[in-house]
């Protein structure tokens, strides 16, 4: 695994299932290129001390991720700073509580530009670059949230553009994999990172018949496998990683 490149959005908190990803990436070799937005700059130098003190590169950016041009600005940062990503893993979202008496165009373009257009930009932009280059193996990881297995009632603007991913996720696949490049998607269920309380907690842990709910390191030890050469047959699924959490 040493000398790839990995680039993970969405490490904006020591919390965040992103941050869990860069670790573990990280601890196989992986070098690192992570995102970030309106995060505690002292800790952003924290955790990139961390990283690199596990003998792997690591660069960052802080971006907005609504922003038309992001998916550009962060692989030309990439290149210039660490080379050729053979690893893509889109893990930010936006996510803002509505309901059919809230839902409005702002809001569903809010959720729009974060969660459907610079993941699909970020994706065939990586596919492109990675086309010209030597790599011959890629991974392109995508994050849902169960968009798949049940509703989300309240969060309709979040459901529908995250639901989304996984249609562009089994279409991409089947054009990316002659170049050598897996396509995938992820759903961790109720994962225990920033958007959680006691009183959440308390609420979903009974929905857990494994005793636990999930935590970010569930999430980056299948994101791993997935980026691995050990996964090199699986392109176009969406894993539903949920420890058995029971909906409704």
């Not at 965040?16 to 800790?43: E, M, V």
């Not at 660069?59 to 991720?65: C, K, R, T």
């Not at 729009?112 to 994706?123: E, G, I, K, T």
Request: charged content about 20%; proline content about 4%.
């Amino acid at each position: 695994m040493n000398n790839k490149i990995a680039v993970v959005t969405g490490a904006s908190n020591p919390r965040d299932i992103g941050t869990a990803i860069c670790r573990k990436l990280a601890s196989q070799g992986i070098n690192i290129f992570f995102t970030h937005w309106k995060a505690n700059d002292s800790w952003i130098k924290e955790f990139q001390q961390e990283i690199l003190e596990m003998g792997v590169a690591c660069e960052h950016i802080n971006i907005d991720l609504s922003n038309a041009d992001a998916a550009l600005t962060i692989l030309d940062e990439v290149n210039r700073s660490l080379g050729i990503p053979s690893i893509l893993i889109n893990n930010a979202a936006h996510s803002k509580l509505d309901s059919y008496t809230m839902l409005d165009a702002k809001m569903l373009d809010e959720h729009y530009s974060v969660n459907m257009r610079s993941c699909f930009l970020l994706c065939v932009e990586f596919a492109r670059r990675f086309e010209k280059s030597d790599l011959c193996s890629g991974r392109i990881i995508n994050m849902t949230s169960g968009q798949d297995v049940g509703p989300m009632p309240g969060e309709l603007a979040y459901a529908a553009t995250k639901g989304a991913i996984s249609a562009f996720t089994r279409s991409l696949s089947q054009e990316l994999a002659p170049l050598g490049i897996t396509v995938n998607a992820v759903n961790p269920g109720p994962t225990d990172s920033t958007w959680m309380d006691d009183n959440i907690r308390k609420h979903l842990l009974p929905k857990f018949p494994m005793g636990r709910i999930g935590v970010p390191d569930d999430v980056a030890r299948l994101i791993a496998f997935l980026a691995s050469e050990e996964a090199n047959w699986i392109t176009g699924q969406i894993l539903h990683s949920e420890g058995g959490f029971i909906r409704g």
